[in-house]
């Protein structure tokens, strides 16, 4: 899987010095290869969350972004950075995000929040 390095880089606010590249800039600060959180979940939070990742994309139905929607609660839910303690000082933004994501799953409100993220998304503010 191709790893997203320039938008991590911009999440977490990395300095770039000159000739070095985003991959470059990631080592530098510590992030193997393996503790690279999941592409999905840096897009997400690259776009400032859900609803501005949603209206970015393309999707063709309000059901398919709603699954879509569900889809990355869970990935950000199984990954291993709520468990990982390195993780979680490399990545704050990231971490945040996985924590929203299990705030919403213990309260069983995940099918509600993909609802009112996706139906916000597709129609605008209303």
């Known amino acids: 899987m191709k790893k997203n390095y320039q938008k991590l880089v911009e999440i977490m606010g990395w300095e770039k010095f000159n000739g070095e590249t985003d991959e470059d800039v990631v080592t530098r600060e510590g992030a ?26 393309n999707f063709t139905c309000l059901e398919t972004l709603k699954s879509e929607i569900i889809k990355t609660f869970r990935i950000a839910i199984n990954s291993r950075i709520s468990e990982n303690r390195r993780m979680k000082e490399l990545f704050p933004a990231i971490t945040n995000f996985a924590i929203y994501a299990n705030t919403i799953d213990r309260r069983g409100k995940m099918e509600n929040e993909a609802d009112r993220i996706a139906e916000s998304a597709w129609f605008g503010e209303l």
């Open 32 to 57: 193997t290869p393996d503790l690279i959180p999941d592409k999905r979940i840096i897009e997400v939070v690259h776009a400032n969350g859900l609803e501005g990742w949603a209206k970015n994309s």
